[in-house]
């Protein structure tokens, strides 16, 4: 999984990314071996979300979207929208922290039940999947 991929990066004259198309590309291709391949996965903050990341995402086998901030995990469900609307082959599963970075504090159980409650409307139409992590 790449984390902070999705990151502008030092000295890169305002690319996006971690890598360009073509390191990507290149990367994905060790991924296999033996007639087998390993998923490439990425990490997608809320904020982060622009229409312009669509070559790279469309490279990745999995893109998992998540929120640093409570608020914007309550409304999950429209960077959920933006998301699909990019209309990616990739599979899309949505991360929930324990942890509300935003607040400094743990995320409390009914919030976090609100927020996933919105991640399986959305599952239940086929369009994403769930994890989580504990931090």
Known sequence: MLDDFFAERPGSGGEATALSLNELRELRGHLA??????????VLYEHQMNAKLAPFLELLDVVSLWSWEVEKLLD?????????????SCKK???????????????????????????MDSEDRGSISLESIRD
């Not at 469900?77 to 609307?85: D, K, M, S, T, V």
Request: glycine share 14%.
């Open 93 to 119: 599963v949505i991360g929930c922290y324990m942890w509300d970075y935003g607040g400094k504090r743990p995320l409390r159980p009914r919030t976090r039940s609100r927020g996933m409650d919105t991640g």
């Open 33 to 42: 071996s033996d007639g087998r391949r390993l998923n490439l996965w990425a």
């Open 76 to 88: 999950i469900r429209a960077r959920l929208g933006q998301l699909e609307a990019l209309d990616l």
